[in-house]
Structure formats: structure tokens, C-alpha cells
């Protein structure tokens, strides 16, 4: 509950900073309506908009909510006079009147900041001591579809979200439930590999066909020869790296790279060779004039539709363009 005449027993509240898991967010000009001293109507700013509460004696109606980042705030008028209560709420718009803790998540991959919203039960006495009620996640809005019940206790629940972090709250104590929250130090993703049932995957798949455990995949350019009979993908040009040098004709830098490749300052190439002398089979060279050249080809290689078989130039991880050659004849 705030004073907002004299906050802290002499000064008006002019700003609320409230935190939004990147630092905090304000709702600021708080101010009486218009300059009127003493008036019982303040006006608080934020997201852009302008809200009002009537925080006149007597009256306990007057509300309105705030988004800051991913949890909401409710300001409430409490029947005395400039005052107002602040209450977060839970994610399905509910105040929260009883204690709890607020875990903010780091930016995952959608760019945002969720939270944890730990809600916690009053302990009535000695044999009901303080405990969990819920942890709810502002990712999907709390969607039950990430929870689930594990089948030998009933008792234990589990939950997940984006960043990957997990929830397991434990009920055997009905009267002080407890949670433990596991949170990754980086956000986690699946290792999920789709093909056709008699291709060789990584163990785990549930076709009728066998899994063979692939290993390290990766080989440097120093020991190419031991892979050339498979399909090859080969990172970085042929200044740095000795078989795309093999593949593209030479080890070729700056200019002479320009000059063989067409690939020049801020460009990149992706080119299939089906004929190199490193393998039998696919000699896909995907390179860029600068380092950073090679991440925007690698990305565009990994997320857009490519023809292995052809040849692309492209700028950035989302442009690039087939390479068509024309030939010329004369009679």
C-alpha cells in the first residue's frame, strides 16, 4: 500500500520503476489530475497511456492494470484518500494476495524475459507450516499441456518451458507442498533427427529399421582423406582451408579468391562439386570472403531450401541467389 501524497512521509510519488528481468520499467508522471493540489484523481503513465485513479475516501472501485514485461500489475484504490494498493497479478489476471516470488528467466530465443511466479500458502500454525501453492510460468501462459503427472507417483508433478527450465513440485505433504526448480545455464533445444528408416541416425529413434551411433562428425581439413567416400561439407574458403582449396582449385586469397570464386568483400559462396578429388562422392564448399561471410552462409545454408547440386552467392543468412552459367556457341 502506497501514500501517494507523501510516499515516504514528506513527498509526493512522481515514478514506479518495476523490475522487467532486462532492468525495470516505469510508470512515471504520477501526478495529481491536471495541477489541482490536493486532488483525490492521479494520473500515471505508461506503455504510452494515460490511467486514472479517484482515490477519493470511501471509494475502493477504482482499478487498472499495467504490463511490465511479461507479468501484470493491478493498482487499486483502498477507500482512503491517495492511497492505492499494488498487487501483481497471476497469469490468468487474478491479484495475488498472498506472498510470492518472482524468478526472472534470461532473453531466450523469442527475444523476451519470462518469469517464474512462485506462489506461496500461509501457514496457518506449527503443523501447517509454509509451502508451495503453484509456480506458474508466463511462457504459454501457464498452458497444462507442459504439465504432466509422473506415472509411478502421482504425487509428483513436472513442467517445462522455452528456456528449458523445470519445474517438479511435490504434494506427498499436503499441507506444505514443496517445489525445486531447475534452470539451465543456457537455454536448451532439441536434438531431433528426421530420415528415412533405413538411413544411419543417432540412437534413440523408435523406427523399425536399426540405429547406428554416428560419433564425432567433424574432421579437419588435415584429415579429409579419411572421409572420402562420404558426402562432405566443407566450412571456410580456400585461403584458410586446404580442401576447399582442393575443390575450388587453389588456395586462393583476398583478390585471386574474387577472381576465381566471382565471391568478393561482404559476399559468400555455397557450391556443390560432385567431381573433386577428395571424395567420391559430394564436395559441398560453403565460404565467405571474411569470417563473418561464412557464419551468414552457414546460416543460410542450415534455414533455407538449397540445391546441393548448385552454386549460390549470397550477402547476408537470409539472401542469396543460384549462380547460372551460360555458355555460348558459334557456328
Same mark, same amino acid.
Given at each position: 500500500?502506497?501514500?501517494?501524497? &507523501?510516499?515516504? #512521509? @514528506?513527498?509526493?510519488? /512522481?515514478?514506479?520503476?518495476?523490475? !522487467?528481468?532486462? =532492468?525495470?520499467?516505469?510508470? $512515471?508522471?504520477?501526478?495529481?489530475?491536471?495541477?489541482?493540489?490536493?486532488?483525490?484523481?492521479?494520473?500515471?503513465?505508461?506503455?504510452?497511456?494515460?490511467?486514472?485513479?479517484?482515490?477519493?475516501?470511501?471509494?475502493?472501485?477504482?482499478?487498472?492494470?499495467?504490463?511490465?514485461?511479461?507479468?501484470?500489475?493491478?493498482? &487499486?484504490?483502498? #477507500? @482512503?484518500?491517495?492511497? /492505492?494498493?499494488?498487487?501483481?497479478? !497471476?497469469?490468468? =489476471?487474478?491479484?495475488?494476495? $498472498?506472498?510470492?516470488?518472482?524468478?526472472?528467466?534470461?532473453?531466450?530465443?523469442?527475444?523476451?524475459?519470462?518469469?517464474?511466479?512462485?506462489?506461496?500458502?500461509?501457514?496457518?500454525?506449527?503443523?501447517?507450516?509454509?509451502?508451495?501453492?503453484?509456480?506458474?510460468?508466463?511462457?504459454?501462459?501457464?498452458?497444462?499441456?507442459?504439465?504432466?503427472?509422473?506415472?509411478?507417483?502421482?504425487?509428483?508433478?513436472?513442467?517445462?518451458?522455452?528456456?528449458?527450465?523445470?519445474?517438479?513440485?511435490?504434494?506427498?505433504?499436503?499441507?506444505?507442498?514443496?517445489?525445486?526448480?531447475?534452470?539451465?545455464?543456457?537455454?536448451?533445444?532439441?536434438?531431433?533427427?528426421?530420415?528415412?528408416?533405413?538411413?544411419?541416425?543417432?540412437?534413440?529413434?523408435?523406427?523399425?529399421?536399426?540405429?547406428?551411433?554416428?560419433?564425432?562428425?567433424?574432421?579437419?581439413?588435415?584429415?579429409?582423406?579419411?572421409?572420402?567416400?562420404?558426402?562432405?561439407?566443407?566450412?571456410?574458403?580456400?585461403?584458410?582451408?586446404?580442401?576447399?582449396?582442393?575443390?575450388?582449385?587453389?588456395?586462393?586469397?583476398?583478390?585471386?579468391?574474387?577472381?576465381?570464386?566471382?565471391?568478393?568483400?561482404?559476399?559468400?559462396?555455397?557450391?556443390?562439386?560432385?567431381?573433386?578429388?577428395?571424395?567420391?562422392?559430394?564436395?559441398?564448399?560453403?565460404?565467405?570472403?571474411?569470417?563473418?561471410?561464412?557464419?551468414?552462409?552457414?546460416?543460410?545454408?542450415?534455414?533455407?531450401?538449397?540445391?546441393?547440386?548448385?552454386?549460390?552467392?549470397?550477402?547476408?543468412?537470409?539472401?542469396?541467389?543460384?549462380?547460372?552459367?551460360?555458355?555460348?556457341?558459334?557456328?
Amino acid at each position: 500500500t502506497i501514500n501517494l501524497h &507523501t510516499w515516504e #512521509g @514528506t513527498n509526493a510519488l /512522481t515514478q514506479l520503476d518495476i523490475p !522487467d528481468g532486462d =532492468g525495470y520499467t516505469s510508470v $512515471s508522471s504520477i501526478a495529481f489530475q491536471s495541477a489541482i493540489i490536493n486532488s483525490s484523481v492521479w494520473n500515471f503513465t505508461a506503455g504510452g497511456s494515460v490511467s486514472q485513479l479517484n482515490t477519493s475516501i470511501g471509494d475502493e472501485s477504482n482499478s487498472f492494470t499495467v504490463a511490465i514485461g511479461q507479468l501484470t500489475y493491478n493498482l &487499486t484504490t483502498t #477507500g @482512503t484518500e491517495n492511497q /492505492t494498493e499494488i498487487r501483481l497479478q !497471476d497469469v490468468g =489476471g487474478t491479484n495475488i494476495d $498472498s506472498p510470492a516470488i518472482i524468478i526472472f528467466e534470461e532473453k531466450d530465443d523469442n527475444n523476451v524475459y519470462e518469469a517464474l511466479i512462485v506462489k506461496l500458502e500461509n501457514g496457518v500454525d506449527a503443523d501447517d507450516g509454509l509451502g508451495i501453492d503453484d509456480v506458474e510460468r508466463t511462457w504459454s501462459t501457464d498452458d497444462t499441456a507442459w504439465e504432466h503427472t509422473m506415472p509411478g507417483d502421482s504425487k509428483i508433478e513436472k513442467s517445462a518451458d522455452l528456456w528449458g527450465t523445470i519445474i517438479t513440485t511435490d504434494s506427498s505433504d499436503s499441507d506444505q507442498k514443496t517445489a525445486v526448480i531447475s534452470y539451465p545455464d543456457e537455454q536448451v533445444y532439441a536434438q531431433l533427427y528426421v530420415a528415412e528408416e533405413s538411413a544411419s541416425i543417432t540412437a534413440g529413434s523408435t523406427t523399425s529399421a536399426s540405429a547406428t551411433q554416428l560419433g564425432e562428425v567433424l574432421v579437419k581439413d588435415s584429415e579429409v582423406s579419411s572421409v572420402s567416400t562420404k558426402n562432405l561439407v566443407i566450412i571456410g574458403g580456400s585461403c584458410i582451408n586446404s580442401a576447399a582449396a582442393s575443390v575450388l582449385g587453389g588456395a586462393n586469397c583476398g583478390a585471386a579468391f574474387t577472381e576465381s570464386t566471382g565471391v568478393g568483400s561482404g559476399q559468400f559462396l555455397i557450391k556443390g562439386v560432385s567431381d573433386s578429388s577428395i571424395t567420391s562422392k559430394l564436395a559441398l564448399v560453403v565460404a565467405g570472403y571474411e569470417a563473418t561471410d561464412t557464419v551468414n552462409a552457414a546460416q543460410y545454408l542450415t534455414t533455407k531450401t538449397v540445391d546441393t547440386d548448385k552454386e549460390y552467392k549470397g550477402t547476408s543468412s537470409t539472401t542469396a541467389e543460384m549462380v547460372v552459367t551460360t555458355t555460348e556457341t558459334t557456328e
